[in-house]
């Protein structure tokens, strides 16, 4: 059974850009919901790529700040992880993480095709 690769729906990426200390940012969680995957899948891109990212290019965001200010981000009110934002330009990010979730699941599916 083959399966559908499903289309990633970038029209919302403008709506996920917040402000936060003056900079446009895009918080880790609404990368992943971009993207279809879980906030911990970003998080670990990120951690497999430190290197390819600038200094101050991935800030930690205050969480307190995110709740009170934007509604989408109140289930993070309990989290204990702190969220984290990414500044600069959103493309470059989105692509690292695009190529680093398509390279987890190729691997995953040569590796271990009978859990796809």
Request: proline share 3%; aromatic share 12%; glycine share 4%.
């Amino acid at each position: 059974m083959k399966k559908q690769v499903k289309a990633i729906d970038f029209s919302g990426i403008e709506k996920a850009i917040v402000t936060v200390k003056g900079q446009n940012v895009l918080i880790n969680s609404d990368v992943a919901s971009l993207y279809g995957v879980l906030t911990k899948e970003v998080n670990q891109a990120v951690k497999n790529n430190s290197e390819k990212f600038p200094s101050g290019y991935i800030v930690e965001a205050n969480k307190t700040e995110l709740v009170k200010n934007f509604d989408r981000f109140k289930n993070l009110k309990h989290s204990t992880a702190q969220p984290k934002a990414f500044t600069g330009r959103p493309q470059q990010c989105l692509t690292l993480f695009l190529c680093e979730f398509l390279w987890n699941k190729i691997f995953r599916y040569i590796s271990y095709p009978h859990l796809e």
